[in-house]
């Protein structure tokens, strides 16, 4: 059993009529009945929860979390920031999606500012597997066809992935390394583009497929307890 | 003193007139013209020289060789290909052009197939660079514009690239890892996609600044002599 | 259900009876009885057998190939070579494993020589894990040691690998990347240093234990149809 | 004309007359004068001076900066770390040495712990030069041995390195990544073990050769302008 936490920073869907209508009960439970399926045990944490939803009782009970955030970024305390980092170091698995490319958690574990190019005009998305056999896209296909989606061009501030899954093509002249993979610590991470809060994006059958391949993937790596700090000879010295 | 060969299988130039007339000397020569330069001694080879001009004494005063090839690739004899490839272990410096990405000494050196999609319509090309401080793209600026070339689409069946320094848009819909870093050996790898032989790419002004870019680049690796085989132990063992 | 396919040249042990006594049924057997277990389906083939035991039948059968090979690398006929380089290609799994390092498949999938430097006087190994979470090192600990094997020591002639898993430390000074993994096409490949057949490593509960969970990751990639070639557009070209 | 900072938190050197008499006039000092040479222009930061030594104006005018921290390492402002990281970004190279695998800036822009084992018994280390051609390496030849030095063994908590230079072997039987690269945003990073206070590691001629050439290295990254932000179609869309 997989046990899955999304967050959601849930601010949009509270303050616009128009995203409420996409997402009526927030983007975290969209995409909770979403990937629902075998071997996932899903709850779900907001921004406005004490401790946003992200206790330590809650995350150490978590193998995969899913983040969604953009506008309430820096109302993410820092020590619940700190406390996820420790928990993705332990080997937690992260899925960070969309605008979460400049949370505080993602650039805290790239080491890097996360910018990027965007434009919100809701053209064509096209996503293009460009390693087809990677577990993330089992069932998917050659390509995610997105008919309106938000812009994000290169250059992408992020380190040299350790994999590159996803790369996007965009109607208005853009590319953008859309689905890559790191690992910090024992943690698997994958950043997946697509989700702007004004689209049915977390509707579409493949972006879900994405997303439970993800959490999967990520399960699968297996945290041991490391030993670090002093240590004896295990030989007798030369 | 950098010693550039370029090599070019020399077939189209002499059998279209269409691509004389964009090429009259031959791809590699509009090569060594456009990229000629302070700290470049340069020379060129072609597919029906002797040993395609490929010879011990060539090579072993090769730092960096440059590789265009497309209809005559089954015509490259498997001992000068293991030549190369030798060179390059040793350190010398290899940029694979376009077409080059089913020439035998790529995929010897990847040790995948290096298939992927293709159409020939003319269509426009972007070439994004994604790590814009890498030494190749020193002075090339956000992304180069090709208004007519041939289309290269993901699927690239090639291993996980080093570095991805440039990623391609095409107008007909596709993405494509057009600029891309390996290490074989000692020696350093860049692919570069653009260069189809009906078009007057090798005339652009960033494109040539990108490939004498990388000439720069592959030379600046610090091959030496390593020793391998049987070895007496170093310390008294335990 | 995993289909494995353990090949071994089976030759040591039927010279050597010094070799024939610590592998009495050969390594490929003593590997099959090691790692037998839940969900794999485990079979055999060897060097004399037509065909190399590698029919086209029998690979289109396998899902994770395991290869140990030594005196006999250049009795491989070519054409077999290719046909588990194509298969690796398509998304069969291989582990290479210690003098495998010289084998055609491996050199051919890695574009290298594969050189090194060697001992053989049967000092002590330890196996550091420096990918702790990597599910090649579940259930393994900290480090294997081996009190007697061959010792290989760096350079060793391989590509940056996408992922250093083991480390070794040899008694006699040196260090090596044992434990080291890549992917070509969609196939993903792990090379596993220890394995000198005049040493009982197979029996090591470790090693098999490592073998077990790198044929597992090798079986964990999706490999699925590709379509190359000429394409139609997308999109309408601008 | 390479504007080399050399920041040391000198403090051992003023606390312990032990440690002063290996480097009287600290351990910035010794490295100052050991890779004194062509091309680069030297200057030194400590943490005592008002922002630690490193002003706007300082960083501003630093093309690689090299980093010695070790028991200040929380005495670090947290504002003039994400000033040096700034600057990472931006394309100034770093080179972190030693103890410095728990700085601050060094943990930020890894994004991990950097946790790892230690041992401080003054054994025999040997780094063996895993990527011969590699132009940190040159004039290097294939290993460094160190008479005395402190241990650090595996596991190192660090993202998968973008390239291993050199692997160490320690006498008291472990191993340690010891040379390792990154790229974050436009900034090279090198982090390089070596470097005991109690041991005159500083004087070493291979390990000053190593640390001028690591200089020299990155800072042939070519930082340029990069815009972020709103940006608007380069296409009519589709």
Chains 1, 2, 3, 4 share one sequence.
Do not use: C
């Not at 997989?2 to 983007?27: D, M």
């Not at 975290?28 to 944490?45: F, S």
């Not at 994000?152 to 109607?171: N, R």
Request: proline residues 5%.
């Amino acid at each position: 059993m997989i046990r899955v936490t999304i967050w959601n920073e849930y601010l949009h869907e509270q303050e616009s009529k128009k995203i409420a209508a996409v997402y009526p009960k927030g983007i975290h439970n969209a995409l909770a009945e979403g990937i629902r399926g075998d071997g996932l045990e899903i709850a779900t944490a907001t921004l406005e929860e004490p401790e946003h939803g992200l206790t330590e009782e809650r995350l150490k009970n978590t193998d995969v979390l899913i983040w969604w955030g953009h506008k309430g970024h820096l109302r993410v305390e820092d020590a619940i920031v700190d406390r996820v980092q420790q928990r993705v170091i332990e080997g937690m698995g992260l899925i960070v999606s969309h605008s979460g490319h400049k949370s505080k958690i993602f650039r805290k574990l790239m080491g890097t500012s996360g910018s990027l190019k965007w434009r919100e005009v809701g053209e064509k998305e096209r996503l293009w597997a460009v390693n087809p056999s990677h577990p993330i896209v089992k069932g998917v296909g050659p390509y995610i066809e997105l008919e309106h989606e938000e812009m994000y061009g290169e250059h992408f501030d992020v380190p040299e992935p350790l994999e590159t899954v996803f790369i996007s093509w965009f109607a208005g002249g853009e590319v953008f390394r859309s689905g890559i993979t790191y690992q910090r610590g024992q943690g698997r991470i994958f950043y997946f583009r697509p989700g702007h809060e004004t689209y049915p994006t977390y509707y579409n059958k493949q972006v879900l497929q994405v997303i439970g391949n993800a959490v999967r993937w990520a399960a699968a790596a297996n945290p041991s307890e490391v030993v670090y700090g002093k240590v004896p000879p295990l030989e007798t010295l030369n």
